[in-house]
């Protein structure tokens, strides 16, 4: 050991091994070795671009022109065969099939003796038969009638103007009103030019009641405002009744009360105007073959009571008569027709 040469050599070795020993040191690895051997390589997900939509292009719509559609009065096809417009004066008309009804009443009302002598028996009560037939929905109005007048087969009402209204007919405003001052013969000739007829007073009293007897045509349930026109609180006459305000101090449009509608839809079988008939008033029961219904009479029979009077007048068995030339501001009429 006193060799400091080989004391040196000694030492150095030492070293070495205590190194390797250690660390487990292998001199002649190659540094790059030591690099870590998993390189983790981020993956990068392939971003999809979404491909652009095309532009849209606002293109001009071009719609196709609007045909010009007449109206068609008639209906080709009828989905109600109790229903069909008139040809000539395109009104709607109800039919009302044959058989049995109730005419006349055993209403105490009606035995009240009227001084004035024109409101017309009532009784007895009896069972009618009728063959079918067709009668308007509502009573003929200014409108309707015009066409006839413009047609040169009517002569104009007897006056234009109606109880409150300076000017009635001729004026649009009540076109759809009733129309009036119009007597038997007037009343008749319109009918005849729209290829139709008056109603007989059966007729007439049929429709509006239906088969039951009933005393209106909605029922036997007491009136009220929405039943009918007649002399309320708006009407302009003495007797006019403060406890009903039914909206109209005259004539109102036809159809303006559809509670108060018949068994069969016809509308203000109830008040409005009174509607002349071909029927001269006899007594009952109803023969048709007994000469009432010839066109010679003195009197005609007037049903369904108008806007002017109060609720005994406007029942549906209520008769009531004039001469054939009398016409008024209340006093109107609807047609029927047999085919």
């Known amino acids: 050991m006193n060799n400091p040469k080989k004391s040196l050599l000694f030492t150095m070795m030492v070293i070495i091994f205590t190194l390797s020993a250690c660390n487990n040191f292998n001199p002649s690895m190659d540094f790059n070795e030591l690099q870590p051997t998993n390189t983790i390589v981020a993956t990068v997900k392939e971003v999809i671009e979404p491909s652009p939509l095309p532009t849209l ?146 007729e007439w009293e049929k429709a509006a009641r239906g088969t039951d007897g009933r005393r209106y045509p909605w029922g036997d349930d007491p009136i009220s405002n929405d039943k009918a026109n007649f002399c309320d609180i708006n009407c302009p006459k003495e007797h006019a009744n403060p406890s009903f305000d039914d909206g109209f101090g005259d004539t109102a449009p036809v159809g303006s009360f559809p509670n108060g509608a018949s068994p069969y839809g016809l509308m203000d079988m109830s008040g409005n105007v009174w509607e002349w008939t071909s029927s001269i008033p006899m007594l009952y029961p109803y023969n048709p073959d007994d000469g009432r219904e010839a066109d010679d009479g003195y009197y005609y029979i007037w049903r369904g009571g108008p806007w002017s009077n109060g609720t005994w007048w406007i029942r549906s068995s209520l008769r009531y008569k004039s001469v054939p030339k009398y016409w008024y501001n209340n006093l109107g009429f609807r047609c029927a027709s047999t085919n």
């Open 57 to 202: 292009i606002p293109t001009e719509t071009v719609m196709p022109p609007t045909p010009t559609i007449e109206p068609t009065l008639v209906p080709t096809e009828k989905s109600d065969p109790n229903f069909r417009i008139s040809k000539i004066d395109f009104t709607e008309e109800i039919f009302i099939p044959a058989g049995e009804f109730i005419m006349g009443t055993k209403d105490t009302d009606a035995q009240h003796a009227l001084d004035n002598g024109v409101a017309y028996p009532e009784v007895p009560m009896h069972t009618v038969y009728l063959d079918a037939y067709w009668i308007d929905k509502y009573e003929v109005t200014n409108e309707r009638y015009a066409l006839c007048v413009e047609n040169g087969d009517c002569q104009p009402p007897h006056i234009n103007s109606s109880n409150t209204r300076q000017e009635y007919y001729g004026n649009p405003e009540f076109d759809d009103y009733p129309v009036m001052m119009v007597d038997w013969w007037q009343a008749n000739q319109f009918c005849e030019w729209a290829g139709k007829r008056l109603p007989t007073e059966a």
